[in-house]
T-cell receptor, first 113, second 111 residues
Framework: EAGVAQSPRYKIIEKRQSVAFWCNPISGHATLYWYQQILGQGPKLLIQ????????DSQLPKDRFSAERLKGVDSTLKIQPAKLEDSAVYLC???????????FGPGTRLLVL | LAKTTQPISMDSYEGQEVNITCSHNNIATNDYITWYQQFPSQGPRFIIQGYKTKVTNEVASLFIPADRKSSTLSLPRVSLSDTAVYYCLVGGANQGGKLIFGQGTELSVKP
């Protein structure tokens, strides 16, 4: 069974630029999550989707971050404009349902200069 | 959501049994205890989950005392490849699957 796929794996941008990350969850998984992991810390949930609807985006900085899952499968997370403090690993996870085990992708490492 | 406290780091040698204890004094009645493992440059990976007493799988055992205010992840006969960060999480169905990660325990296994 294929795991959660993410791209790109690495991205370097300058502050005030925009960037987008892509996630393809495990086939059949209805729930998709985006996490931000700053170096030395545990992952922090940014947004949770159930199919193509948002369940929880309470910790998403909505002035600069946006995410969508239009067809209830793939998802994109965008940052516009980026700040230095956005440098982190962005992890995507998926699960069969909201109460099921979450499976994580390898993450996208973002460096903002 | 219950807060968890676990050691920042631990050292061990190959072949030893490693026990990582997590405190969660404010655990709620319907909360489960879940442990994840994270290697460098990878996403976290589910290890084990339990509600009370003892749970064992092919990777680890999870011991939960009767008061459920703490839990211990036991890794039998660790190898160098077990070097990773281990996260203890507490939550229940009423959190809608939301995982709150702490800082984790960085386990270093030496030859």
């Amino acid at each position: 069974e294929a795991g959660v796929a993410q791209s790109p794996r690495y991205k370097i941008i300058e502050k005030r630029q925009s960037v987008a990350f892509w996630c393809n969850p495990i086939s059949g998984h209805a729930t998709l999550y985006w996490y931000q992991q700053i170096l030395g810390q545990g992952p922090k949930l940014l947004i949770q989707f159930q199919n193509n609807g948002v369940v929880d985006d309470s910790q998403l900085p909505k002035d600069r971050f946006s995410a969508e899952r239009l067809k209830g499968v793939d998802s994109t997370l965008k940052i516009q404009p980026a700040k230095l403090e956005d440098s982190a690993v962005y992890l995507c996870a998926s699960s069969l349902g909201v109460k099921e085990t979450q499976y994580f992708g390898p993450g996208t490492r973002l460096l903002v200069l | 959501l219950a807060k968890t406290t676990q050691p920042i780091s631990m050292d061990s040698y190959e072949g030893q049994e490693v026990n990582i204890t997590c405190s969660h004094n404010n655990i709620a009645t319907n909360d489960y205890i879940t442990w994840y493992q994270q290697f460098p440059s990878q996403g976290p990976r589910f290890i084990i989950q339990g509600y009370k007493t003892k749970v064992t799988n092919e990777v680890a055992s999870l011991f939960i005392p009767a008061d459920r205010k703490s839990s211990t992840l036991s890794l039998p006969r660790v190898s160098l490849s077990d070097t990773a960060v281990y996260y203890c999480l507490v939550g229940g169905a009423n959190q809608g699957g939301k995982l709150i990660f702490g800082q984790g325990t960085e386990l270093s296994v030496k030859p």
